[in-house]
């Protein structure tokens, strides 16, 4: 009997040991979700060994990734970024830099990343029309010299913003694919991701910012992709081209989209062909190099034929589609979009780039206020003003360059206050690519005439579209304002001087046109966060009281 209850007394201890013992285990736990039965997956908590603390974790490392990764380091914030594959890419798109998106460099401290590596400056565009042509430069004339466009490899300028980052002692990169994100009670607490080896690893931090690019598989949880694919991009490299404007982007308007160049390097063009539709023709069966070289070639200007054939025989061609996406987040705690895997448009204005380092100075603006970002709910809340911020235009712009010289050393240095790019670049590249594509329809055509027509005009009528298409004009309405003048003009044109029947008819379906071109961009947009961002409350949020740095006494 004695031994009995002894017995009964230490099976009762060992069960309260087991109970203690689990419930500690469960407090130490308490921010990891553990996966039953899979003990192959290495947990990484917020909260290293080395007591390290992970502010936010950055899926992707491309321009968005990298360039947001190394500005938020410099605020303090201890960043985890995860990129698939951290070596040079070849990309055929991303290598034009517009005037507004170099600002934003030197906004955030990255201006050296584009300017070694053989990088050209781009100082306007060029316009090519049949046997005609026109020319207009960027309004630079209020900045440095220094300010202009730049054309680059992508690889190379990618891989500076990566060593950027990566040289900073707030960011850690790891090179591996995320799967998927990792939410409890929904809200995001990390990501999942296999390292090169094979390893699966959980990485955990109060925040994560998705920017992995176009082909996003971590979006459909955090917004409503809905992709337009108008067009693919056949990109091939025209080594010594002999373009008809120096330092300028070339775009020829061909049949059936235009043909872009422009240059990239000290020897190097970028010729992107534009061709309708989802299909291209065959490379591997030589259908795509007589394609370029029947139906293209002819269409260029005579100095540029033989370059351009000599690079089709040479056979580096590369294709892509052309992807549109207007912004329709899904907000959700602890988590947020940026770059491509979040808004797209149409690459034939070249404003990616320029719309993804906009974003990044707004989300660093965003951040500051905050000590950290351990309430997913308020930051989340605080967070929806990006989404209406990034397409507010106050319809001004104010840009000083201050020149100041020590000894033989000449530091620039830049007060700016830019206004947010991202609606006036998505909706010019939208309308643009439809204006400039060959038709049929009388009234297209006599819309692109007169868009055609319109730039040659010179003064505000060319430099005014040309400031908004290098992001040094935000301003939607004047986007809006040229547009309609363009159709105004285009009618114009065709009442006077002798007003026919026919000319009113056409003239009243070339406003239509104009207005099915430009209104259903605008409502994707989102027209009440462009012209009314005061009535959307997200517009006059601030920052969440109780997570805010104390101020002291």
């Not at 009762?12 to 040991?17: E, K």
């Not at 699966?200 to 955090?222: H, N, Q, W």
């Not at 061909?254 to 309708?276: G, N, W």
């Not at 319809?395 to 609606?423: G, K, M, N, R, W």
Request: hydrophobic content about 40%.
């Amino acid at each position: 009997m004695i031994n009995q209850y002894i017995l009964g007394i230490i099976v009762t201890h060992l069960f309260v040991i087991i109970f203690l013992y689990s419930l500690i285990g469960k407090r130490k736990n308490r921010n990891v979700k553990e996966i039953e039965g899979d003990e192959s997956i290495k947990i990484s908590t917020n909260v290293a060994e080395n007591n390290e603390y992970t502010d936010l974790i950055i899926v992707g490392a491309g321009v968005a990734g990298a360039a947001l990764a190394h500005t938020l380091a410099k605020d303090g914030r201890r960043v985890l970024v995860i990129e698939r594959d951290l070596s040079e890419q070849d990309r055929i798109v991303g290598e034009l830099l517009q005037p507004g998106g170099y600002l934003k460099l030197v906004e955030l401290g990255l201006e050296d990343c584009a300017d070694e590596i053989d990088s050209h400056p781009v100082y306007g565009y060029a316009l090519i029309k049949d046997d005609k042509s026109i020319s207009v430069s960027y309004p630079l004339e209020d900045f440095h010299s220094q300010i202009a466009g730049r054309g680059f490899h992508n690889g190379r300028f990618v891989q500076k913003l990566r060593q950027k980052a990566a040289s900073h002692p707030n960011v850690k990169m790891e090179e591996g694919t995320v799967s998927s994100l990792l939410e409890e009670k929904g809200i995001v607490k990390g990501v999942r991701y296999r390292t090169k080896t094979g390893e699966d690893i959980k990485a955990y931090a109060p925040l994560t910012i998705v920017c992995d690019g176009c082909f996003s598989s971590l979006r459909r949880t955090l917004c409503n992709s809905k992709i337009d694919v108008p067009s693919c991009f056949v990109g091939l490299v025209v080594e010594n081209a002999d373009l008809p404007y120096d330092s300028h982007g070339h775009v020829i308007l061909a049949d059936p989209s235009p043909v872009l160049f422009y240059q990239i390097s000290s020897f190097e063009t970028r010729c992107l062909v534009d061709i309708p539709g989802q299909k291209v023709p065959s490379i591997s069966t030589g259908d795509m190099a007589r394609y370029l070289k029947t139906k293209v070639a002819p269409q260029l200007p005579a100095k540029l034929r033989q370059s351009f054939i000599a690079a089709v025989d040479k056979g580096n061609i590369k294709t892509m589609h052309n992807r549109i996406m207007p912004a329709a987040p899904k907000p959700k705690p602890g988590a947020l979009l940026l770059g491509d895997s979040f808004n797209m448009r149409h690459p034939l204005t070249g404003g990616g780039m320029t719309v993804a380092l906009s974003d990044v100075v707004i989300i660093r603006d965003l951040l500051r206020p905050l000590a950290n970002f351990n309430d997913p709910h308020a930051v989340c809340k605080y967070l929806e003003a990006f989404y209406t911020l990034r397409k507010v235009n106050e319809d001004s712009l104010v840009c000083h360059a201050l020149q100041v010289i020590f000894t033989h050393e000449l530091t620039i240095c830049f007060e700016l206050i830019l206004q947010p790019v991202a609606s006036t670049i998505n909706i010019l590249a939208g309308a643009l690519y439809k204006v400039f594509c060959a038709t049929t329809d009388e009234a297209r055509r006599e819309m692109q005439q007169a868009c055609f027509d319109y730039l040659g005009l010179g003064g505000n009528f060319s430099v005014g579209p040309l400031s908004i298409l290098c992001g040094l004009n935000p301003s939607p309405t004047h986007l809006v304002l040229h547009f309609f003048a363009v159709a105004i003009y285009g009618v114009g044109r065709l009442i006077l001087p002798f007003p026919l029947p026919k000319c009113f008819w056409i003239g009243a379906r070339l406003l239509t046109e104009a207005s099915g071109i430009i209104l259903p961009i605008l409502q994707a947009e989102g027209a009440r966060q462009m012209f009314f961002p005061a009535t959307i409350p997200a517009y006059h949020r601030a920052p969440p009281v109780k997570i805010m740095p104390e101020t002291p006494a």
